[in-house]
């Protein structure tokens, strides 16, 4: 199956976060980490973006059932 590669401000517009945001939550694992396409390019796989916001939806939807 093919990968598609996101570059940073396409993953900002898809998560509505701004980078620094994004780059904070790599930290803390939370968030995909970027993958070396070459060596002087930065990219996220859209598989990973797609899973990881699934995740924060079922979370929040968890926390509305728990309320």
Do not use: H, N
């Not at 980078?19 to 796989?45: D, H, I, N």
């Amino acid at each position: 199956m093919a990968q598609r590669f996101m570059r940073l401000s396409e993953v900002c517009r898809r998560v509505g976060l701004p980078k620094s945001t994004l780059y904070r939550l790599m930290a803390e694992g939370t968030f995909p980490r970027q993958v070396k396409p070459t060596p002087r390019t930065s990219a996220w796989l859209e598989e990973e973006i797609d899973g990881w916001q699934m995740e924060r939806i079922a979370a929040s939807r968890a926390q509305g059932d728990a309320a």
